[in-house]
């Protein structure tokens, strides 16, 4: 990193940053200052590995050079703050530290102090990970974050945001913040609510997502918004989630799809090329509706093969009831062929109990063998079937076919996610570019099965494409898009509805009436009525994507104070009971217990 640290006014306490003593520096005398990362003690000499941001240098503390400091130089422990003088000297041969970007230099110790001591460390600062638990990590955070991986991913999404705002500046956009104490902005989770103290028994919303503010501006005629927007969900624990997370959020007016997508395809490539990552223009563009069927999900990873096959029509009429039945009652089987693969029973066993997490009711393996299955039901089925299968499936001798029947978006749901599961551990993904896809033409509504009702796919201001038949929300098709790099969605946005007559109609189809829509989004159904452009958006979830470049799994990784999994923070003990007083301000009292139906 020595060449990109920041600019040095030198001081009392360092002219040089550690990752700069480099060759040009030999014979010259240099102050710096830092953590003490390491202490070695030999023959009399103490070994310093000194860190700051820039990276490390080595310290020799040497009873002809040091004079008064040496001792000092014993006293040192790992993480105490320390600054140090002395003469920049290139390392003997046998010395040279390869590991080390200044390892060939070191700075013999003229006068050093300590400027801050530090209690031993709950755990290494040194290597990253080094078998510390999560809740040790987050708990002492500014230790973790002093470790060099964490301080390179910190920068790392810092170069990401400034490169994201440095583009949309250029491209006439502005950046506008939007409130957080607000009402609900409805993204399909519940909201966190604030009560108020002035207006007692009312509560702010924070913003799901800055969604019906950016619309607003658009109204306002900002023409070009944009906003690295905190936003907040109170969402079910599921890996990986952090209940406040940060968007690009960005809003257009007078575009269609094409114009969103042909700007975000600029905005990306310029992105992902400055971080290093190729990505040719147009990116690929699949719709939902072929998603779904090729690889079971909205989010497909596109760099592999392995697609989801539809076996119903060589079934159909098949003596084999566990598929017969679904089949008669309108129910698909699917399958995938993984390719030739050997694998023990154990392993096998262990798929079926993978694919039941998902949600399948079973899930059947067989083996191409002698242009027929191998596999415990093959006997169930004929020969001719056997073929079929192989057939539609393209396998050949000692290919494994996974096979499901349910429902067809089931059954292809739960082989789509297995073939993501399986990806890494089959190393089924090829060496070669990576893969930026848009997924288009999505449905407006899903009808959830257990009750009936029609919810919106993305959020209730996408507007359809073309005219949308109240009656048959199933069929609406929304202006909408999502953009998926290498299996993972990146953002989602949508042109949005700017007449109030069509976003009355879609809250109807929501279930919610006009009344309610009134009091819930009045604000916004005026503005419409006073000259709202035609317009639409994105919003990219940062920190996925900084954390996907910097090379982690855990979104975690790159927020520099993120919630645990269960959505606590260990560092500050939040989220924290209040005492009585503050309750009663704002007008309410605890029961100190999660309610029974949550
Ligand atoms: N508000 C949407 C979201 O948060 C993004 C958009 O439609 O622009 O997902």
């Known amino acids: 990193m020595s060449e990109d640290a920041p600019f040095l006014k030198p001081n009392e306490y360092r002219d040089t940053w550690c990752g700069q003593v480099l060759g040009d520096r030999v014979g010259e005398e240099v102050v710096v200052s830092g953590w003490v990362h390491r202490r070695r003690d030999h023959g009399g000499l103490v070994f310093i590995d000194l860190r700051d941001r820039t990276g490390m240098v080595q310290l020799v503390f040497n009873p002809d050079e040091s004079g008064g400091s ?20 290139a390392r003997d041969p046998g010395t040279v530290n390869p590991e080390m970007a200044t390892g060939e230099y070191e700075i013999h110790v003229e006068a050093a102090e300590i400027l801050a001591e530090s209690d031993t460390p709950p755990f ?4 990253f990970r080094s078998e510390v638990g999560e809740e040790v990590r987050l708990r002492h955070r500014y230790l973790d974050l002093r470790r060099p991986r964490m301080q390179e991913a910190i920068a790392l999404r810092h170069r990401l945001v400034t490169e994201m705002r440095s583009f949309l500046d250029r491209s006439g956009f502005l950046e506008i913040e939007t409130p957080v104490l607000t009402r609900s902005t409805p993204e399909g989770a519940r909201d966190f609510l604030v009560p108020s103290r002035q207006h007692r028994g ?9 969604q019906l503010f950016k619309q607003l501006l658009m109204v306002s005629g900002f023409e070009r918004y944009f906003q690295v927007a905190r936003c907040f969900r109170d969402e079910d624990l599921r890996a990986d989630r952090q209940p406040d997370f940060t968007q690009l959020d960005l809003e257009m007016s007078f575009v269609g799809v094409e114009d969103v997508i042909e700007l975000n395809e600029r905005l990306m490539a310029y992105l992902l090329g400055q971080m290093g990552v190729d990505a040719a ?19 497909p990873d596109m760099r592999f093969g392995h697609e989801v096959v539809d076996l119903t029509e060589v079934l159909r009429g098949t003596e084999f009831k566990a598929f017969g039945g679904v089949i008669e009652s309108g129910g698909a089987v699917c399958g995938i062929n993984f390719g030739e693969r050997d694998l023990p029973r154990a392993q096998l066993d262990g ?8 949600g ?10 002698d242009g027929g299955w191998r596999a415990p039901i093959a006997k169930f089925l004929s020969a001719e079937e056997q073929t079929g299968l192989n057939e539609a499936l393209g396998a050949e001798e000692g290919d494994l076919m996974l096979v499901a029947a349910d429902e067809h978006h089931v059954a292809a749901g739960i082989l789509g996610g297995l073939r993501t599961r399986l990806a890494e551990r089959w190393d089924l993904i090829p060496e070669g570019p990576d893969r930026l896809v848009w997924v288009v033409d999505w449905p407006m509504f899903e009808q959830d099965p257990d009750t009936g009702d029609w919810n919106a ?12 038949d109240p009656a048959d929300p199933g069929s609406a098709k929304a202006q909408a898009y999502d953009l998926v790099w290498n299996g993972v969605e990146l953002g989602g946005g949508s042109i949005r509805i700017n007449r109030p007559d069509v976003q009355r109609q879609v809250f109807r189809t929501l279930g919610i009436e006009d009344e309610e829509a009134e009091e819930r989004f009045g604000f916004l159904l005026e503005a419409l009525r006073y000259g709202a452009p035609p317009h639409g958006g994105i919003a990219y979830g940062i920190d996925r ?22 959505g606590s923070d260990p560092l500050t003990g939040a989220p924290s009971p209040v005492d009585d007083h503050q309750l009663r301000e704002v007008g309410l009292t605890s029961r100190k217990q999660a309610p029974k139906s949550s």
């Open 545 to 566: 994507f900084a954390a996907l470049l910097a090379g982690f799994d855990s979104i975690r990784d790159v927020i520099a104070f993120p919630k645990t999994a269960s």
């Open 124 to 127: 290494e600062i040194e290597g």
């Open 360 to 369: 399948a009711k079973g899930l059947v393996w067989a083996f191409c063998e």
């Open 351 to 358: 798929l079926i109990e993978e694919a039941r997490e998902l």
């Open 70 to 89: 040496f001792d000092l130089g014993h006293t040192l422990r790992p993480e105490f703050v320390v600054s140090a003088r002395g003469r920049v000297v």
């Open 202 to 210: 009312s509560f702010f919303a924070l913003p799901q997502s800055p």
């Open 457 to 468: 796919l993305h959020h209730p201001f996408t507007a359809p494409d073309g005219e949308f």
């Open 281 to 299: 223009t147009p990116f690929p563009r699949i719709s939902w509706d072929e998603a779904m069927v090729r690889f079971g999900t909205d989010r």
